[in-house]
């Protein structure tokens, strides 16, 4: 992830989803269905198929959804400030809103098991009920990180919940050359590196420095 489920000072724009509320992006969205219950919710096409995991992962451990107070894409606003939601880039999802209702007296009310926040957090979202201050909104997940890290999170679901193996590389001569637009994250997970960027990152530091977001075009990588 690029970036932390924990940081609310970048909005979903400035992680390059592109415009949110009042920006209509009903075109952006694809729909997704928890396969137990039957429930359908739109969420960014992005997203989609790790959500589609995570609501299936969600339902199979035991907490079932109900189709008719869940939702997912609504071109709004967050409801006491003009900020535009999460919802309107298709990137949260509210699950079995009369259990876990929004309030903003400090109240928690939620019939979420205690699995569920820390499944959801582990593939990028963050959760409504960990919000600091008075406002909680326990029905509401949402992903914090930017379009790549959705298929990072992806790629990382499919072989955790999945147990999808890692296609084995095809042909590995040990180096790669960096293009535009990698990123060590997407280079590791392109190439099924064992252990995912770290290790890649730390058998080329001499080349790439200290920060490890800093690779360039045309660099030439070792591979672990
Ligand atoms: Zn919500």
């Excluded at 499944?119 to 990180?145: I, Q, S, T, V």
Aim: charged share 25%; with cysteine.
């Amino acid at each position: 992830m690029r970036f932390s489920i924990r940081d609310y000072s970048v909005s979903a724009k400035g992680k390059g989803w592109g415009d949110g509320w009042p920006a209509n992006r009903s075109k952006d969205m694809a729909r997704v269905k928890a396969d137990r219950s039957g429930t359908r919710v739109n969420v960014h096409r992005r997203v989609a198929p790790l959500v589609d995991i995570l609501l299936d992962e969600t339902e199979r451990r035991g907490y079932r959804l109900d189709p008719h107070t869940c939702g997912g894409y609504a071109n709004r606003a967050t409801r006491k400030s003009r900020k535009p939601s999460n919802h309107s880039w298709g990137l949260a999802v509210d699950l079995n809103w009369h259990r876990n209702p929004e309030n903003w007296h400090g109240v928690l009310h939620t019939d979420l098991p205690s699995w569920v926040v820390p499944l959801w957090n582990r593939y990028g979202f963050a959760w409504g009920g960990n919000y600091k201050g008075k406002h909680k909104d326990p029905m509401h997940f949402e992903f914090m990180g930017a379009p790549a890290d959705a298929d990072d999170m992806l790629a990382r679901a499919r072989r955790e919940i999945l147990g999808h193996k890692p296609a084995p590389a095809p042909h590995n001569p040990g180096k790669y050359t960096v293009k535009n637009g990698d990123s060590l994250s997407a280079i590791a997970n392109r190439l099924h590196l064992a252990g995912g960027w770290r290790p890649l990152y730390d058998l080329n530091r001499g080349v790439i420095g200290p920060n490890p977001d800093q690779i360039r075009p045309g660099m030439v990588l070792r591979l672990p």
